[in-house]
C-alpha cells in the first residue's frame, strides 16, 4: 500500500502510522539487543541460591542425628558447602567478600584456614582482627561465652557463620546453636528443597492428564478470540514505542534526578531506597504506556460487555483455579528449560539484581514494595500488554499458535536477560495458552501473581 495519496506532498495518516511503527520496532530492537548483551556482564544469583541452600542444611544438620544430617547435602553438608564457597571465593575479580571468606575459613582445615585468615586481616577494619586473631592460634583455651560475644560482636555475621566461629572459640561447641535454630533452618530447607520437589510431581501429572484430554478431544473447545480495535502498527507503537522506547528508554532517564531527590532522605536505608525507586519508576513506565493505550482505543467507542481486554474476573473461584494449575503444568517446562540452559551454558549470568536484593535485605519495607511491585503491578502491566494486546491482535491475523509463539517470545526478550530468556518464553507459552484456551485475561494475570510470588516466597526462604 502506497504511504503517499493522489495529490498530496506528504504520506497519508496511516502512512505516518507505520513509518513510526518501523521506527519504534527498530529502537526496540536495538535497546533489546544492548539489555540482552549487557546482562552477560551481570553476575548469576544462581551460586549464591546454591550456597544458601547448602547453608540450610549445614544448620538443619543440629536438628538431626548424624546419619539423617548427612543426606541434607552431598554427602557431608559442610564439606559441599566449602567446596561452593571456593568456587565463589576463587571466581571472584576482587578481594573477597570478608564474611563470605570467614566463613569458608571456619569450615576448612585449620591449615588452610590460617592461611586465608592471614590474607583476610588486612582487608577488615581494626575492631574485626581481634576474631581473626584469636582464629589462628593453634593452641589456645576455650574462650569463655562472653568473650565469644565480644569477639563477634563487631563482624555482620549470618546466623551460620556466628555458630561456626562459636563453635571453633567455645569449649562447648553445644551452646553454640539458638535454641529452635536448627528446627526453623530444617523447615526452611525442606520447603526450598522438597517443596519444589511435590509441585513438579503435580505438574507432570496435570500436564499428562491435560494433554491426554486434549488428544482424546474431551478438553473444552477453544473459545472465539476476541481482539481489541487495534492495528500491528498500532500495537508496535504501543509495546516497542510506548513500553520500550519510551517506558524502558527515556522515560526512567527523565524521572531518575526527581525519585533520587524524593529518596535522598532514606540514604540510611539503602533497600528500601532501591525498592522504592523500583517500584515508583515501573509505575511510571506503567502508567505512560496505560495511558497510550486508553488514547488508542478511546475513538473505538464503546466496548463490548466484557471489555476490549476481555478481563473476565467472574468467576473468581475458576479463574484462580485455572491460574494455579497452569502454575502446576509449565513448572516442570521452565525447570527442564533451565537445566537445558545449565547444561550448554556452564557459567549461566544476567540475574535480575533485584532477586540478590531480596536475598539479602532484612527491611520489612523494602520487602513490601518488591513485593508490590512483582505480584502486582508487574502481572498487570504485563499481561495488559502481551496477553492482553499483542496476542489477540497478532491472533486476527496470524492465527492462535503463532500468536502464543511471538508474544511469548516478545515476552521472554523483554525481561533483557539473555541467560532467562527461554525459562521466561517457556513461561510466556504457558500464560498465551491460558488466555488462548479460555479467552479470559484475569486468570493470566493471576497465574502471572503466583508464579512471582513463588519465586519470591522462595528466596525469601533462602534469606
Not at 165 to 179: F, M
Not at 303 to 332: D, E, F, K, N, Y
Amino acid at each position: 500500500m502506497s504511504v503517499t495519496a493522489p495529490g498530496t506532498r506528504g504520506p497519508t495518516p496511516d502512512g505516518w502510522k507505520g513509518l513510526l511503527a518501523l521506527l519504534s520496532l527498530s529502537l526496540c530492537g536495538l535497546l533489546w539487543w544492548n539489555g540482552l548483551q549487557q546482562s552477560l556482564e551481570r553476575p548469576s544469583v544462581n551460586d549464591t541460591l546454591t550456597i544458601r541452600q547448602l547453608e540450610l542444611a549445614v544448620q538443619a544438620g543440629s536438628a538431626l542425628p548424624g546419619s539423617l544430617a548427612e543426606g541434607l547435602g552431598e554427602g557431608d553438608p559442610r564439606a559441599a558447602l566449602a567446596r561452593e564457597l571456593r568456587k565463589a571465593v576463587d571466581a571472584e575479580a576482587g578481594p573477597p567478600v570478608p564474611e563470605r571468606a570467614l566463613e569458608l575459613a571456619l569450615l576448612e582445615e585449620p591449615t588452610a584456614a590460617a592461611g586465608r585468615l592471614a590474607d583476610l586481616a588486612p582487608q577488615v577494619p581494626p575492631d574485626q582482627r581481634a576474631l581473626i586473631t584469636a582464629l589462628r592460634r593453634s593452641v589456645r583455651p576455650a574462650a569463655a561465652p562472653a568473650e565469644v560475644d565480644r569477639l563477634l560482636a563487631p563482624w555482620p555475621l549470618s546466623p551460620l557463620a556466628r555458630q561456626l566461629a562459636c563453635e571453633r572459640l567455645a569449649g562447648d561447641p553445644s551452646g553454640c546453636t539458638l535454641p529452635g535454630a536448627g528446627r526453623s533452618a530444617l523447615l526452611r530447607w525442606l520447603a526450598v528443597s522438597l517443596g519444589p520437589l511435590l509441585l513438579l510431581v503435580l505438574g507432570v501429572g496435570l500436564l499428562v492428564v491435560t494433554v491426554w484430554r486434549r488428544w482424546r478431544g474431551t478438553a473444552p473447545a477453544v473459545p472465539p478470540l476476541r481482539a481489541p480495535p487495534l492495528s500491528l502498527a498500532d500495537v508496535a507503537i504501543l509495546i516497542a514505542g510506548g513500553f520500550v522506547v519510551v517506558g524502558e528508554g527515556i522515560l526512567p532517564w527523565l524521572l531518575f534526578p526527581a525519585v533520587q531527590s524524593v529518596l535522598a532522605p532514606l540514604a540510611q536505608r539503602p533497600a528500601l531506597a532501591r525498592s522504592l525507586e523500583v517500584l515508583l519508576l515501573y509505575g511510571g513506565v506503567m502508567g505512560v504506556t496505560l495511558l497510550l493505550l486508553w488514547l488508542m482505543l478511546r475513538p473505538a467507542g464503546t466496548a463490548p460487555a466484557a471489555g476490549w481486554l476481555q478481563w473476565r474476573w467472574r468467576p473468581i473461584r475458576s479463574g484462580v483455579t485455572l491460574a494455579l494449575a497452569h502454575v502446576l503444568m509449565v513448572l516442570p517446562l521452565v525447570t527442564l528449560g533451565g537445566w537445558l540452559i545449565e547444561q550448554i551454558w556452564n557459567d549461566p549470568s544476567g540475574s535480575n539484581p533485584l532477586l540478590d536484593l531480596v536475598l539479602t535485605t532484612g527491611d520489612p519495607l523494602a520487602l513490601a514494595a518488591l513485593v508490590l511491585t512483582a505480584t502486582v503491578l508487574a502481572p498487570v502491566f504485563e499481561e495488559t500488554l502481551f496477553r492482553g494486546v499483542l496476542l489477540p491482535v497478532l491472533g486476527r491475523r496470524l492465527g492462535g499458535g503463532w500468536a502464543v509463539l511471538l508474544s511469548a517470545l516478545a515476552f521472554g526478550l523483554a525481561h533483557g536477560s539473555l541467560s532467562e530468556l527461554a525459562p521466561l518464553a517457556l513461561l510466556g507459552l504457558a500464560l498465551g495458552w491460558l488466555r488462548l484456551g479460555w479467552g479470559r485475561l484475569a486468570p493470566c494475570v493471576l497465574m502471572h501473581a503466583f508464579w512471582n510470588g513463588i519465586t519470591f516466597v522462595n528466596l525469601l526462604l533462602l534469606s
